[in-house]
T-cell receptor
Framework: SAVISQKPSRDICQRGTSLTIQCQVDSQVTMMFWYRQQPGQSLTLIATANQGSEATYESGFVIDKFPISRPNLTFSTLTVSNMSPEDSSIYLC??????????FGQGTRLTVV | AQTVTQSQPEMSVQEAETVTLSCTYDTSESDYYLFWYKQPPSRQMILVIRQEAYKQQNATENRFSVNFQKAAKSFSLKISDSQLGDAAMYFCAYRITNAGGTSYGKLTFGQGTILTVHP
């Protein structure tokens, strides 16, 4: 299956700043998703990254806080804006092509201090 | 809305023994997929096994098998001959089958079960 390279793998950030996480897939994929995994908890879908159009956000997540870009079928970014300690989580991107199962990046462990 | 529930926050097993992880889900859909994912400390999500809801036969992948009870909305994972490398967080997940039978879609995850394997 395809491989996603996710960067950075971890970061420690000051509150009030922003962090952009990048995911690069080694082949074109139709669907890409961004998930959040709060400490010791499950994965929650933030949004579906749509190529060439605005992302589709899940309830409780907004574009101003989590802007997402998907300029082509192999790349997507998630920005965590104006961070607070509550944003400390693991963020994972996922890709999927028709007829195959979802595959994941290695995750970004974000700590906001 | 679909929900996935894993009622066992932690489980442990002796090496070479068998362990079963529980999962229940709630949906009004008739056509969907169920999955078990493994997340080791490396954070990489790894697909362990999947089950199509329309298939009555339980899925099997080497030492991993499921007990899928559609009427009861239950989907348990059995790990046989447990190995030290099986230690991880295990997530049960659900995905609807899209219109037209396509297999895209977002995943809904359970809370996870931490599996410890004792040597």
């Amino acid at each position: 299956s395809a491989v996603i390279s996710q960067k950075p793998s971890r970061d420690i950030c000051q509150r009030g700043t922003s962090l952009t996480i990048q995911c690069q897939v080694d082949s074109q994929v139709t669907m890409m998703f961004w998930y959040r995994q709060q400490p010791g908890q499950s994965l929650t879908l933030i949004a579906t990254a749509n190529q060439g159009s605005e992302a589709t956000y899940e309830s409780g997540f907004v574009i101003d806080k989590f802007p997402i870009s998907r300029p082509n079928l192999t790349f997507s970014t998630l920005t965590v804006s104006n961070m607070s300690p509550e944003d400390s989580s693991i963020y994972l991107c996922s890709g999927q092509e028709s007829g195959t199962e979802a595959f994941f990046g290695q995750g970004t462990r974000l700590t906001v201090v | 809305a679909q929900t996935v529930t894993q009622s066992q926050p932690e489980m442990s097993v002796q090496e070479a023994e068998t362990v079963t992880l529980s999962c229940t889900y709630d949906t009004s859909e008739s056509d969907y997929y169920l999955f078990w994912y493994k997340q080791p400390p490396s954070r990489q999500m790894i697909l362990v096994i999947r089950q199509e809801a329309y298939k009555q036969q339980n899925a099997t992948e080497n030492r991993f098998s499921v007990n899928f009870q559609k009427a009861a909305k239950s989907f348990s994972l059995k790990i046989s001959d447990s190995q030290l490398g099986d230690a991880a967080m295990y997530f049960c997940a659900y995905r609807i089958t899209n219109a037209g039978g396509t297999s895209y879609g977002k995943l809904t995850f359970g809370q996870g079960t931490i599996l410890t394997v004792h040597p």
